[in-house]
Nanobody, 128 residues
Framework: QLRLVESGGGLVRPGDSLRLSCVAS????????AGWFRQAPGKDREFVAA????????VYADSVKGRFTISRDNAKNTQYLQMNELKFEDTAIYYC?????????????????????WGQGTQVTVSS
């Protein structure tokens, strides 16, 4: 089973930026679509962003569109999430996940059921 390890979370103020990283333990990651999800206290896990194995045609949740950017470096088996203009409502645990497909339509990329491997998560807290 592929292992995913997230890092880069922290405590920031509204308007600040953070970059999350997700390192995969195997090269299988470079052949798979991958995404980011988040879960706030008392809420269900929600989709944030995803892209196919090439990193092209990324998909974003409306709540983060224009502020977050997903990218990947397949040579390093690593996925990133650049988060700008952070808001209070972005506070959550952020999870990296590997999709069962190499690429897919947005409806599948945003469906947590299409992901086979998950990281343990990294906490992002936006507070003044």
């Amino acid at each position: 089973q592929l292992r995913l390890v997230e890092s880069g979370g922290g405590l920031v103020r509204p308007g600040d930026s953070l970059r999350l990283s997700c390192v995969a333990s195997a090269r299988d990651f470079s052949d798979s679509a991958a995404g980011w999800f988040r879960q706030a206290p008392g809420k269900d896990r929600e989709f944030v962003a995803a892209s196919g194995f090439t990193g092209g045609n990324p998909v974003y949740a409306d709540s983060v569109k224009g502020r977050f950017t997903i990218s990947r470096d397949n040579a390093k088996n690593t996925q990133y999430l650049q988060m700008n203009e952070l808001k209070f409502e972005d506070t959550a645990i952020y999870y990296c996940a590997r999709n069962k497909y190499g690429d897919a339509i947005p409806a599948i990329l945003s469906d947590p059921g299409s992901y086979e491997d998950w990281g343990q998560g990294t906490q992002v807290t936006v507070s003044s």
